[in-house]
């Protein structure tokens, strides 16, 4: 706790998080992310895609672009080193288009997390009733299904249980299909642990998302996230707006 905490007082850092920093400073509170590599360059990229293993996601990994996905900087599903090697070509070429030149602090090469219902997961800052988390349905479903549970952060795992059961689609989680029933108790476990988290450090939070958790029977896992630092109101330093392609 007392590190996250000083990683996010951090006036000298940046007031936006990248995706690798929000999730590491979550894995301090027992989050379980995907494994992952920051590399600069294709060699570097090449060799961790052979240490982590196909299927593989590659992003850019900068503070200054919030949506990598509409930005061009993202490829999923990456099969083998020729796709690799085209996805690496496609960001860099993108990354290079995108005005004003955002900061590079290289890729991220990822494990690709087998398929699964996705939630998204996150942090709403009320100044009046403090912190609350708010889960609901991402990936597909995110525009259909618009019926996000909310609760005053932290919850217990019996409260995020309940959050589960409440929303629309909660049937899903006992498996679709064909599909395998999710890990309730997992699920119910890591979205208390990210509700800690917010309650831990609502003074420093301005916006903690985490989407998406993708939810299988045997494992519960973040797989992107980001993290918007509280600025005191006189600070002069401005919050990176977002870029695109």
């Known amino acids: 706790r007392a590190r996250v905490g000083l990683a996010l007082r951090d006036v000298d850092g940046p007031p936006v998080l990248t995706e690798r920093e929000s999730k590491a400073l979550l894995a301090q509170y027992g989050v379980a992310v995907n494994r992952e590599a920051r590399v600069d360059g294709w060699p570097a990229a090449l060799e961790s895609a052979r240490a982590i293993g ?9 503070p200054d672009v919030l949506h990598k996905t509409e930005a061009g900087v993202v490829r999923l599903d990456i099969q083998d080193e020729a796709g690799l090697r085209q996805a690496y070509d496609e960001i860099m070429a993108n990354a290079a288009m995108i005005s004003p030149p955002p900061r590079i602090h290289g890729l991220l090469v990822q494990e690709m997390v087998g398929a699964g219902v996705e939630l998204i997961v996150g942090a709403r800052m009320d100044p009046e009733f403090g912190p609350f988390i708010v889960v609901g349905h ?20 019996a409260q995020a249980r309940d959050m589960l059961g409440s929303l629309k689609g909660a049937a899903l989680f006992d498996g679709y299909r064909g599909a395998e029933a999710v890990d309730l108790d997992a699920l119910a476990g890591l979205i208390s642990r990210i509700s800690r988290f917010i309650a831990d450090h609502q003074a420093d939070l301005s916006e903690l998302d985490i989407n998406p958790v993708i939810c299988g029977a045997g494992r519960v896992v973040a797989v992107d996230a980001l993290i918007i630092k509280k600025q005191d109101a006189g600070a002069t330093r401005d919050t990176p707006k977002e870029t695109s392609a």
């Open 54 to 62: 196909f299927p593989l996601a590659l992003k850019l990994e900068s």
């Open 138 to 157: 991402g990936g597909v479903l995110v525009e259909i299904i618009k019926d996000p549970a909310i609760a005053p952060a932290p919850v217990s795992p």
